[in-house]
């Protein structure tokens, strides 16, 4: 392709092949992965590990006799449906510091976390995450989490300093709304609210690939991929969903009724920062299984399904070559 995507947002149901996809495209080399896909170095930014710590903080908040700020159990769904946005400005910030590598080490991770995930809840409408938690409780909290935290300072500083320049930044999320809903979706739901608080950077760059499986097979493949413990939980590979967030958070989704109503084919029109964009967007049709055999050892990869798998996704991302005006 005659130029490599700066930006790509890789969009599905949980457990859909999105990471699976990512992992192939990375066992690629570069000279094919940018000849055949227009990727460069891939540099990935995953909203995941920040679910994994606000379950981290609701379950400490719990073993406190506090009030839980994000989850009230193990097994539910947001207590506040717009930190649907947290999420999302977390990632803004992620993808602005991206090649601004000097960031003295934080002495608190867990305060480093909780302060970016107060300002990341402040455009939202959302309180600081402990602003009803007193002093010592917030001193016992911190302690409990910081190792979480301080992994997760350590990764993101990895990926921060691999740099920009020659490199796609794979930004990976899944969003839905419940069983039976109407479209579209209510906000703080969906794509079309998520996409719309994505930061001018992003939108003025990004691609779309959306991974497409049903949501019955979305849970069927999360109840497969899961794994216990932390080998699972803090995953991106094998980390499960709760069956209840399966069906209220991604019982449906509005991805291909944002592709039908764009007023530009092949794209999904966002409204945002007083503009409009038009993100190029294909479909990876994953309803039949093609992806769950990367999850093994490379070695073990059957050449017929590889070959199937890179056909397809060759023919998805020909259509993103070109970015909308």
């Not at 490599?4 to 599905?12: F, H, K």
């Not at 710590?53 to 379950?59: D, N, V």
């Not at 969003?175 to 939108?203: C, K, M, N, V, W």
Request: aromatic letters at 8%; proline letters at 6%.
């Amino acid at each position: 392709m005659d130029q490599v995507l700066p930006t790509l947002l890789l969009v599905a149901h949980p457990a859909s092949g999105k990471s699976e996809v990512r992992r192939y495209l990375g066992s690629l080399s570069s000279e094919r992965a940018a000849d055949e896909f227009g990727l460069g170095r891939s540099v990935h930014l995953d909203d995941y590990p920040y679910v994994h710590l606000m379950r981290r903080i609701s379950a400490e908040l719990r073993h406190l006799y506090e009030s839980p700020v994000f989850f009230a159990s193990d097994e539910t769904p947001f207590l506040e449906a717009g930190d649907w946005g947290t999420l999302i400005y977390l990632v803004n910030e992620d993808y602005a510091d991206l090649d601004r590598t000097e960031q003295p080490e934080p002495p608190s991770a867990a305060e480093w976390l909780l302060q970016r995930m107060d300002r990341a809840r402040y455009p939202v409408g959302l309180p600081p995450v402990l602003a009803d938690v007193g002093d010592g409780e917030r001193e016992i909290l911190a302690l409990a989490v910081e190792e979480d935290a301080r992994q997760l300072w350590l990764d993101r500083q990895e990926v921060l300093a691999e740099g920009t320049v020659g490199a796609t930044v794979v930004i990976e999320f899944a969003r839905g709304g419940p069983e039976g809903a109407t479209l579209p979706l209510d906000r703080p739901h969906g794509y079309q609210y998520s996409f719309s608080r994505l930061s001018h950077e992003i939108l003025s760059t990004a691609a779309i690939l959306y991974v497409w499986v049903t949501p019955e097979e979305s849970r069927r493949r999360n109840v497969e991929r899961a794994r216990p413990g932390i080998g699972g939980d803090a995953s991106i590979l094998h980390h499960g969903v709760p069956e209840t967030v399966m069906r209220q958070d991604y019982g449906t989704d509005d991805m291909t009724w944002l592709l039908e109503q764009s007023d530009r084919p092949g794209t999904v029109r966002v409204g945002a920062h007083g503009n409009v964009y038009h993100l190029p967007a294909a479909v990876f049709d994953n309803r039949t299984d093609k992806t769950s055999f990367l999850r093994a050892d490379p070695e073990t990869w059957p050449d017929n399904a590889v070959t199937l798998l890179h056909g397809e996704l060759k023919d998805a991302f020909a259509k993103l070559s070109h970015r909308g005006e």
